[in-house]
């Protein structure tokens, strides 16, 4: 069982940084493959980025590559997202997942989700 908490969201201006953090308790934790989502208002959430269990293999959605950097921290169970260059459509409630055996960008693979952290960036 993993338990998920995002922080880090708030309120910047476009071309601002912001970096996400994901609190995992569970003591699989390091087995477990990572990955951020996002919602932004009225639209679907949508995939941003994953992370394997070693942490050796990173995927990204082409709208934020080279803008975002997804990492974790198995020595203190966090998984982070860095997040650069903001822009007002990257607004949205971001969302950290688990799953101990999926590592890709379809959301109803993974089984453990956090509460969502919110970003906005203003124009």
């Known amino acids: 069982q993993v338990q998920l908490v995002e922080s880090g969201g708030g309120l910047v201006q476009a071309g601002d940084s912001l970096r996400l953090s994901c609190a995992a308790s569970?003591?699989?934790?390091?087995?477990?493959?990572m990955a951020w989502f996002r919602q932004a208002p009225g639209k679907e959430r949508e995939f941003v980025a994953a992370?394997?269990?070693?942490?050796?293999?990173?995927y990204y959605a082409d709208s934020i590559k080279g803008r975002f950097a997804i990492s974790r921290d198995k020595s203190e169970n966090l998984v982070y997202l860095q997040m650069n260059s903001l822009k007002p459509e990257d607004t949205a409630v971001y969302y950290c997942a688990a799953d101990p055996f999926y590592n890709g960008y379809e959301e109803d693979k993974y089984d453990y989700w956090g509460q969502g952290t919110q970003v906005t960036v203003s124009s």
């Open positions: 992370i394997s269990s070693r942490g050796g293999s990173t």
């Open positions: 569970g003591r699989n934790f390091r087995f477990y493959a």
